[in-house]
């Protein structure tokens, strides 16, 4: 995706169905930071990326909070275990 075209969007102009496709193609590849950082400092962002930064956001923190727990687990099993 163009970059002046996705600072476009997060001002408010109004996606393409490609529009979309890329869009969520690029805050795919972004840390939780990023996103928040959309979701905080772009208001005029249309419902429908908003939404899916939104979607984005909750699935990543939902993983990273799942991984943290998940070493916690495997470290006390090797250390319980040994």
């Known amino acids: 995706m163009d970059e002046h075209r996705f600072f476009a969007l997060l001002g408010g102009q109004v996606p393409s169905y490609?529009?979309?496709a890329d869009f969520i193609s690029v805050i795919e590849?972004?840390?939780i930071e990023g996103?928040?950082?959309i979701l905080v400092n772009a208001p005029s962002l249309n419902g429908i990326l908003r939404t899916a930064v939104n979607k984005t956001l909750q699935d990543?923190?939902?993983r990273?909070?799942?991984d943290e727990s998940l070493d916690a687990i495997v470290a006390r099993?090797?250390?319980d275990f040994k």
């Open 18 to 20: 490609q529009d979309y």
């Open 35 to 37: 996103l928040w950082e």
């Open 77 to 79: 099993i090797h250390q």
């Open 64 to 66: 990273k909070n799942v």
């Open 60 to 62: 990543k923190v939902v």
């Open 29 to 31: 590849n972004l840390q």
